[in-house]
């Protein structure tokens, strides 16, 4: 269960422009879901939490501006890095919160590796 | 401040040896803590939960031990394979809000 589909898997854009990256609930609703960031040889940062109908939380230090997150439905949340720049370049990840995750591990989206030129 | 530490960035190891990772923390009162397994360019794969009333927990060839006095966790991989190369990152989850802390991981390389 709690299976996420991630989109896309690596994305290669030009500086000032803006990358949409979208997390899809396959199993389940999902009312709400973090995204992280990973820079290489770095581990997982929170960035943020969507929300379903309402605004997300976003971590200290993270420009919500600049990170727009949408969630507009039970089963997808979007990420939009907007006038992306070669410092945004890195490996953005979606997970879900679970019910039950005192019993069980969380899963993971299979990223998106962003590659700003 | 809370703080999640890996003792190594790497390990390097013989096949059919044991892989002993370390993961240290900090101002933190986990009432669980979990190991993560993640290959290049992918997302995190859970593998194992420990408790903080659990002193071990295992899954095949994989074993947690779990310090709460010492606040770390060791995992355990016996014998090691070549496939079992990978990143591997240990995580506490907030209790309130449930988002995860991870550890900067620590990257084993098993060779034949």
């Known amino acids: 269960g709690a299976v996420v589909s991630q989109h896309p898997s690596w994305v290669i854009c030009k500086s000032g422009t803006s990358v949409k990256i979208e997390c899809r609930s396959l199993?389940?609703?999902?009312?709400?879901m973090f995204w992280y960031r990973q820079f290489p040889k770095q581990s997982l940062m929170l960035m943020a939490t969507?929300?379903?109908?309402?605004?997300?939380?976003?971590e200290q230090g993270v420009e919500k501006d600049k990170f727009l997150i949408n969630h507009a439905s039970l089963t997808l949340s979007t990420l939009t890095v907007t006038s992306a720049h070669p410092e945004d370049s890195s490996f953005y990840i979606c997970?879900?919160?679970?019910?039950?995750?005192?019993?069980?591990?969380?899963?993971f989206g299979s990223g998106t590796r962003l590659t700003v030129v | 401040s809370q703080k999640i530490e890996q003792n190594s960035e790497a390990l390097n190891i013989q096949e059919g040896k044991t892989a002993t990772l370390t993961c240290n923390y900090t101002?933190?009162?986990?009432?669980?803590l979990q190991w993560y397994r993640q290959d290049p360019g992918r997302g995190p794969v859970f593998l194992l939960l420990?408790?903080?009333?659990?002193k071990e927990k295992r899954k095949e060839r994989l074993k947690v031990t779990f310090d709460t006095t010492l606040k770390q966790s060791l995992f355990h991989i016996t014998a090691s394979q070549p496939a079992d190369s990978a990143t591997y990152l240990c995580a506490l989850a907030e209790s309130n809000t449930g988002k995860l802390i991870f550890g900067q991981g620590t990257t084993l390389q098993v060779k034949p």
């Open positions: 997970s879900p919160p679970l019910r039950d995750r005192g019993n069980y591990g969380y899963t």
């Open positions: 420990i408790r903080e009333n659990e």
């Open positions: 969507s929300n379903e109908g309402s605004k997300a939380t976003y």
């Open positions: 101002n933190y009162s986990p009432a669980y």
């Open positions: 199993d389940f609703q999902a009312t709400t």
